[in-house]
């Protein structure tokens, strides 16, 4: 079991060490081709955000105790927004709903935000 703390620190670590797993994860589509038979097989990302311009990765989760979860990264005014999501029926919409509301609010502490931080 995970905090969103610990969601916070996971993703700042991935963001910061090894953004390649972030990089993969924002793919809409990934072609896999079998290496005996040259058979090729597309995978399609059930991230709705992937192939987004402003989405930089994330992670979707499900268990049966919590329902969907979810870790978004998101760039914004030159910043690092993540959004964490637990417990949710419509994880993506409620992942939409708080990236929209931050939006609206985000101008009024912009200034105080260094570019590249993250924001939970």
Known sequence: QSTAQDMEKMVEYVFKNHPEFLDISRQKNVELKEIGTGRKRILKNMNEFAGEEDFLGGKTGFIDSSKGNLISLFKYRGSVLAITVFGAEERF?????????????????????????IIL
């Open 93 to 117: 919409k409620e992942t939409t709903k708080i990236l929209n509301w931050l939006k609206i609010n985000y101008s009024v502490a912009s200034t105080e935000i260094q570019e590249e931080k």
